[in-house]
């Protein structure tokens, strides 16, 4: 897995991330966890899992951008609701894995 530069925290889990990202690269279980990707399907923009799903065989062969993580489904919605309207402010579309996929290039080359 891999972590979007910026990544979108519940409220409840900012002060964690480090320990929440800790225990998802160690398999660690973590209760009511959700993370939320950008779809493997290129016509979609994200998914959604609870991280007791990433524990099961075949999950860390695949290669998931992670751009958020929520505390309890309810905020894995919240949190898909503000990254889609983030990205509707700043450009005036909803395309939002191309959005993404662009800002991370861009911190991966040094430009942001």
């Excluded at 160690?26 to 950008?38: P, S």
């Amino acid at each position: 897995m891999k972590y979007y530069h910026n990544l979108y925290l519940s409220d409840e889990l900012k002060e964690k991330k480090e320990e929440i990202i800790y225990k998802l690269e160690h398999d660690k279980i973590q209760l009511n966890k959700y993370v939320i990707v950008l779809a493997e399907n290129a016509n979609n923009n994200l998914e959604f899992y609870d991280t007791a799903l990433l524990l099961q065989r075949g999950w860390k062969k695949r290669r998931l951008l992670v751009v958020g993580i929520a505390d309890g489904f309810e905020e894995a919605l919240y949190l898909v609701e503000k990254i889609a309207q983030e990205v509707y402010d700043v450009t005036g579309d909803i395309k939002i894995r191309k959005y993404l996929l662009e800002q991370q290039q861009k911190f991966e080359e040094g430009k942001v």
